[in-house]
């Protein structure tokens, strides 16, 4: 069994944000954002664990100080998603895409939760909560993010981790890739009577608009709407912002 605990913090929350996960010394990984949640990096940091751990068939203990996100992911996760990502009262589910893609992570795994008093010098848990901490103070100060080893433990092969920037780039290229390769399939069904589709070159005349049809999954389509409310524009605007 593999026991780690996972924590976040928030300066302000909102606020500059870290993340982290810790198993021990040489074994841990953190990260964050310029402005989030103190929920938020709680969700991230046991999803990057997931991540982290998903060459392995060990079970994974987790240790949490969030009561939110031990419900969300053991009561109240698959009663959210029966009502199509919305709660009780209908409102739509905060932190959506991070729950997501917890989701995504645990399936199949071998885990289970175990809650800890955060600030009660619980060993792994006051690891996890000074790693996410110092994260959070690199991005108040403007300085290096002190991302840790990753997943290196005796027998394993180290994994690379996970590379963020501000604003939540590395998940916007992740974004990117998928349209782009669903766009990319819709476009070569086109007639050739537009080769000038995608030209940026100045022309005398403007060309007339064509409709391009992207096929998305359910669950591909939740994703879309919730990182377009994240950014504050449509589903379409960030579609042609991605294009």
Known sequence: MITAAADGSALGNPGPAGW????????????????????QGELKAVLELFRA????????????????VINSVTKWMRGWKAKGWRKGDGK????????????????????????????????LNEAADSRARAV??????????????????????????????PNGAAIMAEVAADVAADVANNVASLPSTHPQLFSFEAEPEPEPETSVTVHLSTQEHARLLARAKTRGVSPEKLLRDLI
């Not at 751990?53 to 939110?68: F, G, I, N, R």
């Open 20 to 39: 982290s996960w810790y198993v021990d010394e040489s074994c841990w990984g953190a990260g964050g954002w310029p402005h989030a949640t103190n929920n």
């Open 53 to 68: 751990t998903a060459h392995l068939d060990d079970e994974l203990l987790v240790l949490c100080d969030s009561q939110y």
């Open 92 to 123: 739509p589910v905060l932190n959506l895409e991070l729950l997501m893609e917890i989701d995504e992570a645990i399936a199949g795994r071998k885990y289970r939760f175990e809650w800890v008093k955060g600030h009660a010098n619980h060993p």
């Open 136 to 165: 959070a103070e690199a991005f108040q100060r403007g300085s290096r993010i002190p991302s840790g080893p990753g997943w290196v433990r005796a027998g394993d092969a180290p994994r690379e981790p996970r590379r963020e920037g």
